[in-house]
């Protein structure tokens, strides 16, 4: 049985930082592209950064550039979400997901696994 697991959120003040893990179990994903993804209340489910199987590619949603890194370690089937400058409209609950595929994807529906969720709120 495949399960992602995340940790790491939590409360933080605007300009802090947090740092999302997201464990893999059941299988490996070595050769899986990774996303993290978060939604706020009353919003859709919104893309933040993906990263290809090698973690020689990344990709990120505008509002977050330069704050957030994302990466791989595909010794432990884990990836991560580095935050830094957080901002209250960073507020969500934040998922990671993994495809079957090489490459990342900006569309929810194109990843096959997924984790619970952590939720991370910035306050002002």
């Known amino acids: 049985q495949v399960q992602l697991v995340e940790s790491g959120g939590g409360l933080v003040q605007a300009g802090g930082s947090l740092r999302l893990s997201c464990a893999a179990s059941?299988?490996?994903?070595?050769?899986?592209?990774w996303g993290w993804f978060r939604q706020a209340p009353g919003k859709e489910r919104e893309f933040v950064a993906g990263?290809?199987?090698?973690?020689?590619?990344?990709l990120y949603v505008d509002s977050v550039k330069g704050r957030f890194t994302i990466s791989r370690n595909n010794a432990k089937n884990t990836v991560y979400l580095q935050m830094n400058g957080l901002k209250p409209e960073d507020t969500a609950v934040y998922y990671c997901?993994?495809?079957?595929?090489?490459?990342?994807?900006?569309?929810?529906?194109?990843?096959?696994?997924w984790g619970q969720g952590t939720q991370v709120t910035v306050s002002s």
């Open positions: 997901a993994a495809r079957s595929g090489l490459t990342y994807r900006t569309g929810w529906n194109e990843y096959d696994y």
């Open positions: 059941g299988r490996t994903f070595s050769n899986a592209a």
């Open positions: 990263i290809s199987w090698s973690g020689g590619s990344t």
